[in-house]
């Protein structure tokens, strides 16, 4: 197969210009020396990721949905100009391809692939630059965006390479005689070297409507170019009860056979006549079987016999053929048909040359498979003349290709060959670009397994040429050509060619979790979403300069000596067994019910952030792997900074929502907005955080001294973003349960993306300016992920705005500025459960017991549950119920359990005995006696 590129965009500047690309940003040009006696790009003070060259509108649109790009360049930094990255980031979704750090002492290959995904056209490129706002000069050079021509369709099938030279076992393609002729039969005598007639050799083929023996001129046609074109023809099929006129089960008169013996002898006849008289044809106008002349070298002598269910015991059909004669038709038709083709009208010289078949569907399926194995060994042991087992295979991408391989496996036992007589594997509707791709795969993988059982495969026969063509196409495209006769996936997926990588793909954060016996436990485990490996395993992983880290937990319940967890890591391969291993591998295993968990560490060199680790995760079950990837395919690792992490303390009385600091707020953590983004310095808040039920509460008290609403977007106001992932299936892209809360200084809220309505549903909030700049208060639901223990993806932004620009931009955790469009790199909190207070004795003390008239009494409280709010309630004690001599004021209890009161203007109405009681929630927790009097 030609390993041919085709150039989409190539720009070298050499000529002092950037070509077909375009200006992107505010830019300035230069151009400077490169290596090989030609010009780079210099692109000057970029002050911003975008900064720099953009591809020409509409470059992409001619390639569908899973074509993949290759995008390429070489990039070095300006002397003297720290280290930063470079990229190309696709628009609109700004999907980061090749990210690689670049510096100012070489030129750095920065290459990456892009799979087009479903969806608009317009999709545009620019060339990306790291380090924020930071103005320095980068030069590029040699850019190329590709598209491999190898492995993709679009290359007309008869120039390629037989499909048929791929395999050591014939292959074959049901047809009918519109294959034999033009384009079709040149694709056709490519790649193939046996046909099947699709309908035109069935039993109703050979008769007329006065049931006189008439061979269909489709099958002398079918014949002829078989002979002419030298390949072999695969009969199909001489007993079956579909495609079979009526009249073979009837008398002459028309009365349906019985099971009686006169009966049984008028099919018997029919069968063998039947059965003879295509012998006799098709020996007589191309020659005895077996003889040069005669391409005919196989029949599905029965078909379709097998049960679908298991009521019967027999496990066989109740076709019409069986209720006349019941299981002996089976034995008959192989007897009749080795007479006729092995003896009577073959070439004395040859041995038995036509191999009859049984033929069935589903037959890698549990019980249909089970009663076909039975059935076959029945008629061998009988001595039966069957010489092969047919899979006819109409297969769908959900069959386990390992069911493929034990169908072969089980039969391989048994003392005949076998064959793949029709198969197909349709996508699903509707066709798309990546399920014609998972199709090739099914084929390239289905083809492996077939090669691995050459030895034991009469041949493989696809059940069409195109898919057009196909009984299933309402199925999806089942077959290796488009109508066009233009080789699919499916197709070189079956001749084992380049298919396009699908790589999975992930972040890494920087963190160094110590492999200690607990290691399994650790919370670094539980801050993010595991990635699955397959159904039954799901990892995590955490990197370092010189390692990465690895979390793998396994659901097998039991224990093989096979059962083991694989990394590949670049070309490193790194195997920790179940059982732990002989330690050639650091790595902790730990048991669990149902399963294991196993960290393991592989060595990185002078990993950055930035990097990407090409990466398989797979694990081993007996003899079944599962891999995070593709087999022979690494999934990309992308190598992220420190995660974002914080502690939410759990409150017991929600703050009021007025941007007034209640006392709770005492009791959380502060977290702040060190991460500059945009600008330098500016403003910036202390961040809290508390939570009760299923809400978040934050308190950003932000320092902005000089408060701008005058911007034309809420961004470029002073304002606050929230943005709070609930759940935290830091999913990437955002979903419903991704919120971006922006609250300006003057109190305006908007929402980025996603439903506006709901965001606002979710969200309670307050602004006060302070005396260094504003506070903001917020209430945001949980939409009912949260509650104790609980994580959820978080972070907090102070966007500074003078003369209604934005100037500055401070995040708490997500260093790369696109958290409006990604929630991966939010940070993360988790929900803890504040250990109760213990309250012994709440107690309430007065300054004083006896006031005269007009006077106060200040009111203590302590031990109280900090956050707590407690109703003084001041009551007369003769009638504690008479409201008119009743007062209440409530506190809140302050962060060291205490609070105070004063009570002023005693008394209320009466003179004589009060008390004075702290109340929560109803209940009279502390009280003291007061009297009033008058003197
Ligand atoms: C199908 C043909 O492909 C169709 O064109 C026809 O209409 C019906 O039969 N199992 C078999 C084949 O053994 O003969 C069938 O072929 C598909 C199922």
């Given amino acids: 197969m030609a390993d041919d590129v085709e150039v989409i965009s190539a720009v070298d500047f050499d000529d002092g210009t950037i070509g077909a690309w375009q200006p992107s940003g505010t830019q300035s040009f230069d151009y400077v020396p490169d290596d090989d006696g030609g010009l780079a790009l210099a ?3 970029r002050s911003a990721d975008y900064v ?6 509409g470059l992409f649109d001619g390639y569908a949905a899973g074509d993949v790009l290759t995008f390429s360049m070489q990039v070095r930094l300006a002397p003297g100009t720290p280290a930063s990255q470079a990229r190309f980031v696709m628009k609109p979704e700004y999907t980061w391809i090749g990210n690689t750090a670049v510096t100012a002492d070489a030129w750095t290959t920065v290459t990456g692939t892009y799979t087009v995904p479903d969806g608009a056209t317009g999709r545009q490129a620019y060339l990306g630059t790291g380090n924020g706002t930071a103005t320095y000069t980068y030069y590029v050079d040699d850019l190329t965006v590709t598209a491999p021509v190898s492995g993709t369709p679009g290359e007309n099938a008869s120039t390629l ?28 005598t490519r790649h193939f070297d046996q046909i099947t007639a699709e309908n035109h050799m069935k039993p109703d083929a050979w008769y007329a409507a006065d049931h006189t023996f008439t061979p269909s001129a489709q099958a002398t046609t079918l014949m002829n170019f078989a002979a002419a074109n030298d390949l072999r023809v695969y009969g199909h ?62 029949w599905d002598v029965v078909n379709e016999v097998v049960d679908d269910g298991s009521a019967t015991a027999d496990g066989l059909r109740r076709s019409p053929w069986y209720q006349v004669l019941g299981a002996e038709y089976i034995d008959l038709a192989f007897t009749y048909a080795d007479e006729a083709f092995n003896d009577v009208y073959a070439d004395p010289s040859t041995d038995r040359p036509v191999s009859l078949f049984i033929n069935d569907y589903n037959t890698e399926s549990g019980g249909k498979q089970d009663r076909y194995f039975a059935l076959v060994s029945s008629l061998i042991e009988r001595g039966i003349p069957v010489d092969g087992v047919g899979h006819q295979m109409h297969l769908n991408l959900g069959v386990p290709i390992s069911q493929l391989d034990a169908t072969l496996d089980r039969f391989a036992a048994l003392p005949v060959v076998q064959a793949v007589t029709e198969l197909d594997v349709p996508t699903g509707t509707p066709v798309t670009q990546p399920g014609l791709i998972e199709q090739g795969y099914y084929y390239r993988d289905a083809f492996r397994v077939f090669r691995e059982h050459s030895a034991d495969l009469y041949s493989v026969t696809v059940w069409g040429l195109t898919d057009g063509r196909s009984w299933r196409d309402d199925s999806g495209a089942p077959l290796l050509f488009d109508d066009a006769l233009q080789a699919k996936y499916a197709f070189w997926g079956a001749a084992d060619g380049e298919l396009p990588a699908t790589p999975e793909s992930a972040d890494s954060f920087q963190a160094d979790v110590a492999l200690d016996a607990d290691v399994a436990g650790d919370l670094a485990w539980r801050q993010l979403p595991t ?6 395993a799901r990892f995590q992983t955490r990197w370092t300069a010189d390692h990465l880290t690895v979390y793998v937990d396994v659901d097998d319940a039991s224990v093989d000596a096979g059962d083991a967890v694989a990394l590949s890591v670049g070309d490193a391969e790194l195997v920790v067994p179940r059982s732990g291993g002989d330690g050639s591998v650091p790595a902790v295993v730990t048991p669990r019910d ?4 196993v960290v393991l560490q592989a060595p990185l060199t002078g990993a950055v952030a930035g990097d990407v680790v090409d990466l398989d995760v797979r694990v081993t079950d007996g003899g079944d792997v599962v891999g995070w990837n593709r087999e022979g395919t690494l999934g990309a690792l992308t190598l992220v900074g420190p995660l974002g992490y914080l502690e939410v303390a759990e409150t017991a009385q929600e703050p009021v929502i007025d941007a007034v600091v209640d006392p709770q707020w005492a009791q959380a953590d502060v977290v702040p907005t060190d991460l500059q983004i945009e600008g330098t310095g500016g403003a910036s808040a202390q961040v809290r955080t508390l939570w009760r039920e299923d809400t978040l509460y934050v308190l950003m008290d932000v320092t902005d001294p000089v408060i701008d609403s005058t911007g034309s977007n809420p961004w470029t106001r002073d304002s606050v973003e929230i943005y709070v992932d609930a759940g935290n299936s830091k999913a990437g892209a955002y979903t419903a349960l991704d919120s971006q809360i922006r609250i300006g ?49 978080l972070d907090f932004q102070v966007n500074d705005a003078s003369g209604g620009e934005r100037t500055g ?17 939010w940070g993360v909190g988790q929900l803890v459960e504040t250990p109760p207070v213990v309250v012994p004795d709440p107690s309430l003390t007065l300054s004083t017991d006896r006031v005269r008239i007009a006077g106060s009494v200040r009111v203590d409280l302590a031990d109280f549950t900090p956050g707590q709010r407690v109703t003084v309630r001041t009551t007369w004690a003769p009638a504690p119920w008479l409201t008119l001599v009743t007062a209440r004021t409530t506190v809140v209890v302050g962060a060291e359990g205490t609070a105070s009161t004063t009570v002023r203007g005693l008394p209320l109405l009466l003179l004589g005995p009060y008390e004075i009681s702290a109340v929560v929630d109803g209940a009279k927790v502390a009280s003291a006696p007061l009297v009033v009097s008058l003197r």
């Fill in 531 to 536: 990635i699955a490996v397959g159904d039954t």
């Fill in 745 to 793: 200084a003057d109190g305006a809220v908007t929402f980025g993306t996603g439903d506006a309505a709901a965001q606002a549903a979710r969200l309670t909030s307050a602004v006060a300016t302070t005396g260094t700049g504003y506070v903001v208060e917020a209430a945001i639901s949980l939409a009912g992920t949260g509650g104790a223990g609980t994580f959820h993806g």
């Fill in 52 to 57: 720099g060259i953009q591809s020409p509108a």
């Fill in 809 to 825: 931009i401070r995040n708490w955790a997500n260093p790369t500025g696109l958290g409006y469009q990604f929630t991966s790199q």
């Fill in 237 to 298: 099929v001489l007993v079956w009860h579909s495609q079979t006129p009526d009249w073979f089960f009837q008398r002459d008169d028309g009365t349906p056979l019985t099971s009686s013996e006169a009966d049984k002898e008028i099919l018997r006849e029919r069968m063998r006549t039947h059965i003879f008289s295509i012998a006799e044809y098709l020996s007589g106008t191309w020659g005895s079987f077996g003889s040069d002349t005669n391409p005919l070298v196989a």
């Fill in 43 to 45: 692109v000057v003070d």
């Fill in 161 to 188: 390479d037989p499909l048929s030279d791929t395999v050591d076992f014939p292959l074959g393609v049901a047809i009918d005689q519109r294959e034999t002729v033009g384009a079709a039969a040149d694709v056709l």
């Fill in 594 to 597: 149902g399963g294991y968990t």
